[in-house]
């Protein structure tokens, strides 16, 4: 299912952020505890009546050392690029300047849709201004006051008015995987790999997006769609040298994907950015597999002092297989749809509620939880409540009383019990009579 792109453009101090995130509303979830997560977010989805769409913010998105006027240009292309709808954002209070005719030129020419956001319009004054912007050319104009919230629902209606409800769109029952890292880890390299495989037919899917290209993989008798986001080739070089362009790239990958191989370079091991990716595959609730790839590349290289040094570095992924090949030479490529296959099912394991009650019960007396203030947490009964990933609700006398070391051991005796691989885990903890 492949949701629209709304994407934000113009020039720096108009207010974009403020608007992206008034568009996206208070969805945006952060793991406190989880490091590496990117609190610097460009890339969102919003939902407004029964649609739903992507939003980028290109104001986030900034190419160091290009000329001032070159930087709005590369964010302009971006956004022209990967957008159904483009959402141009000028100053009410200021009026028109240079730089707003220099990024109407550009999306003039580029065919899309075009909704040109006045924003700061919380004063006579600059509702007197509202007019001079007419002269932009463009069919659609908003005001707004971002800062105020004032608008917000004429602009939703506007942007949604060539969209289809999401009941319209029929899911795709096939596994999907994407293959997502930083650019230069071989991402491309080890899809052809996978590809090249004698067990594998391939066919391109028709209609795919602009960012990412979906390819059918035939294993075992099973169709898996793999998604891309280094296919694309056109301007992927100037993109793919903007580090956060890379991550959003990412992140679009990783929101259609069932579950993600996360692919790292074995000569650079982990880096800061790779953190980032692996955390909002957690934070979405995605299956994982970590590839290190350019294995041939180390003399004596030893799996069990990588695999150590990986389990350091991502702590927060215990969970998560390990495979490590070389795109290259096609070396242990075979170790990767296996892992796929296998955390596939994990994502969508079911396990009944009998068994998983008497794990529980048997952890709970194996370690009794300490009392505080004279009272002690009493698990009286789980049940799981969702699937992809797994959701297990416990049912406690205070879910006050759940210290998060307790639910961390919680999760490693589920974990322990029951085939949970590759794929993270939701503990909630409900009051009875809840």
């Known amino acids: 299912m492949k949701l629209p792109t709304v994407a934000l453009v113009g020039r ?22 989880t490091p590496g997560v990117t609190r610097d977010r460009i890339y969102s989805e919003a939902s407004y009546k029964n649609y739903r769409f992507n939003v980028i913010d290109t104001g986030g998105i900034d190419s160091s050392n290009e000329e001032f006027n070159d930087n709005i240009k590369i ?64 069919d659609s104009y908003i005001p707004v006051s971002g800062e105020h919230g004032i608008g917000f629902f004429e602009l939703f209606d506007e942007i949604v008015s060539n ?25 491309s390299s080890l899809i052809n790999a996978l590809l090249n495989e004698e067990r594998v037919i391939v066919s391109n899917v028709a209609g795919t997006t602009r960012d990412a290209i979906d390819t059918i993989l035939k294993y075992n008798g099973e169709e898996f769609i793999i998604i891309d986001t280094a296919g694309m080739r056109k301007k992927g070089k100037v993109y793919e040298n903007i580090e956060k362009y890379s991550l959003m790239r990412s992140m679009k990958a990783i929101d259609r994907s069932d579950l993600c191989l996360l692919v790292i370079n074995a000569e650079e091991g982990i880096i800061e950015h790779d953190k980032h990716i692996a955390g909002y595959v957690l934070e979405k609730g995605k299956g994982l597999i970590i590839v290190v790839n350019k294995w041939d590349k180390l003399e004596n290289p030893s799996i069990k002092e990588y695999t150590q040094k990986i389990r ?34 994990n994502i969508n394991r079911e396990i009944s509620t009998s068994l998983l009650n ?76 809840e």
């Open 358 to 433: 008497d794990v529980i019960s048997e952890a709970y007396l194996l370690n009794i939880p300490p009392s505080y203030k004279g009272k002690r947490l009493k698990i009286y009964f789980t049940n799981q409540s969702g699937t992809k990933p797994p959701k297990f609700t416990f049912h406690v006398n205070n879910k006050g009383l759940v210290h998060f070391s307790y639910e961390r051991y919680l999760e490693n005796k589920l974990r322990e019990n029951f085939e949970l691989e590759g794929t993270p885990i939701v503990l909630q903890f409900k009051n009875r009579g």
């Open 163 to 187: 969209f289809s409800p999401n009941d319209n769109v029929v899911e795709d029952k096939r596994l999907k995987f994407s293959v997502i890292g930083r650019p230069n880890v071989g991402k």
């Open 75 to 138: 964010q302009a292309e971006i956004a022209i690029d990967e957008a159904d709808v483009v959402l141009f954002v000028v100053d009410g209070k200021e009026g028109l300047t240079s730089n707003d005719y220099l990024v109407r030129d550009m999306l003039r020419n580029s065919g899309k849709k075009v909704i040109v956001v006045i924003n700061k319009i919380d004063n006579k004054k600059a509702e007197e201004n509202i007019y001079d912007f007419y002269e932009l050319g463009f």
């Open 312 to 345: 350091n570095e991502f702590q927060f992924l215990s969970y998560a297989p390990i495979v490590f090949v070389s795109a290259l030479t096609k070396k242990r490529i075979h170790t990767i749809m296996p892992e796929v296959l296998k955390v596939g099912e």
């Open 12 to 33: 720096p101090n108009v207010g974009k952020s403020t608007i992206f995130n008034k568009l996206v509303g208070e969805k945006i979830s952060i793991i406190e505890d």
